[in-house]
Nanobody
Framework: QVQLVESGGGLVQPGGSLRLSCAIS????????MGWYRRIPGKQRERVAT???????IYEASVKGRFTISRDNAKNTVSLQMNSLKPEDTANYYC???????????????WGQGTQVTVSS
């Protein structure tokens, strides 16, 4: 069983900052990709940022220069520092992992429960 537990969401004013964190636990052989997705009401879930085990990063275009993703491979955690937040960043943010549970198994997608981020004055 692989579990992803997010923390750090909340209400913030436009221009403010929040930091999301995700701890990944359970039977894990390798964590190939970790990251964050979000679902804005009325829209499909979209990738915010992902980071591979080798450190390669992809950001969604609208968050480049404002958000920073990082991971701690020793602790199996991934964080998202969000600065200069805008009302359009309001969404439910989900932690994501592409992981292999046991040697020889295929990698699978795992998701957290989500944490709400609201940017409003």
């Amino acid at each position: 069983q692989v579990q992803l537990v997010e923390s750090g969401g909340g209400l913030v004013q436009p221009g403010g900052s929040l930091r999301l964190s995700c701890a990944i636990s359970g039977s894990i052989f390798s964590l190939n990709v970790m990251g964050w997705y979000r679902r804005i009401p009325g829209k499909q879930r979209e990738r915010v940022a992902t980071i591979t085990s080798g450190g390669s990063i992809i950001y969604e275009a609208s968050v480049k220069g404002r958000f920073t993703i990082s991971r701690d491979n020793a602790k199996n955690t991934v964080s998202l520092q969000m600065n200069s937040l805008k009302p359009e960043d309001t969404a439910n943010y989900y932690c994501y992992a592409l992981a292999v549970r046991l040697p020889g198994e295929y990698e699978s997608d795992y998701w957290g429960q989500g944490t709400q981020v609201t940017v409003s004055s």
